[in-house]
C-alpha cells in the first residue's frame, strides 16, 4: 500500500473554469476527509464520508464545492466557477473505522486560480 | 469547541541546539493530541501522537512531545536540531473525540542556522 494518492499535484485553472480533485485513500480505511490549507495557515476541515455517505461539510464548503465517494473507495472534490479565493492547497486524509486511529494524510493538490 | 493555539510563528535556531515548539489546546475532556510536519509543498507527516496513557510520548526523528493537562499544552521537544528539520510544524487536537477529524493551529515555522 502507497498510502494515500492525490492527483493532480497542481491544478493552474482561470476564473469561472471548474475543476475536479481525486482523492484515493488507503484501501482499507473507510472514513475519507477533504481539508483545504492557505498559505500561511494549517489546514481547515472541509467534509467527510464514512463509505459512501457524507456525514459532514464545514461551513467553508460553499455551494460551488461539492465531493463525492460512488462507492466508497476514491472521493473526487469538484469547484465550480472557481474564484481567486480558491486557491489553495486541497488536502485529503484517510483513516481506519475505528473512532482512535489518525488519519494519514496526501501530498495535496495545489490549485491556483488566475 | 475545540482550537489549538501555536503562538510562535516562525522560531529559528542553530544546528545543533535544542528546539522547544509550544502548542497549547482547548477541549473539556482528553484529547486526542498530534504534532505534524509539513516540507514545503508536500503533504502532512505525522510526528507523533496521544491519546492516553504515558504523557510523554516519543515520534519518528527524535521528536518528543509532554502533555500537560493543567497547563493545556502539548509542547514538541528534539535535544539536538538538524538543517532537515527545517520546515512547517503543526499541532492539532482530534475534535469531539474523533482521532481523525482534526482541528489544527495555525503552524510554526522553524528555520536551522547553520
Known amino acids: 500500500d502507497t498510502g494515500v494518492s492525490q492527483d493532480p499535484r497542481h491544478k493552474i485553472t482561470k476564473r469561472g473554469q471548474n475543476v475536479t480533485f481525486r482523492c484515493d485513500p488507503i484501501?482499507?480505511?473507510?472514513?475519507l476527509y477533504w481539508y483545504r490549507q492557505t498559505l500561511g495557515q494549517g489546514p481547515e476541515f472541509l467534509t467527510y464520508f464514512q463509505n459512501e455517505a457524507q456525514l459532514e461539510k464545514s461551513r467553508l464548503l460553499s455551494d460551488r464545492f461539492s465531493a463525492e465517494r460512488p462507492k466508497g473507495s476514491f472521493s473526487t472534490l469538484e469547484i465550480q466557477r472557481t474564484e481567486q479565493g480558491d486557491s489553495a492547497m486541497y488536502l485529503c486524509a484517510s483513516s481506519h473505522r475505528t473512532e482512535n486511529t489518525e488519519a494519514f494524510f496526501g501530498q495535496g493538490t495545489r490549485l491556483t486560480v488566475v | 469547541a475545540q482550537s489549538v493555539t501555536q503562538p510562535d510563528i516562525h522560531i529559528t535556531v542553530s544546528e545543533g541546539a535544542s528546539l522547544e515548539l509550544r502548542c497549547n489546546y482547548s477541549y473539556g475532556a482528553t484529547p486526542y493530541l498530534f504534532w505534524y510536519v509539513q516540507s514545503p509543498g508536500q503533504g502532512l507527516q505525522l510526528l507523533l501522537k496521544?491519546?492516553?496513557?504515558?504523557?510523554l510520548v516519543q515520534g519518528i526523528k527524535g521528536f518528543e512531545a509532554e502533555f500537560k493537562r493543567s497547563q493545556s499544552s502539548f509542547n514538541l521537544r528534539k535535544p539536538s536540531v538538524h538543517w532537515s528539520d527545517a520546515a512547517e510544524y503543526f499541532c492539532a487536537v482530534g475534535a469531539e473525540s474523533s482521532a481523525s477529524k482534526i482541528i489544527f493551529g495555525s503552524g510554526t515555522r522553524l528555520s536551522i542556522r547553520p
Open positions: 496521544y491519546f492516553s496513557g504515558d504523557t
Open positions: 484501501s482499507e480505511h473507510n472514513r
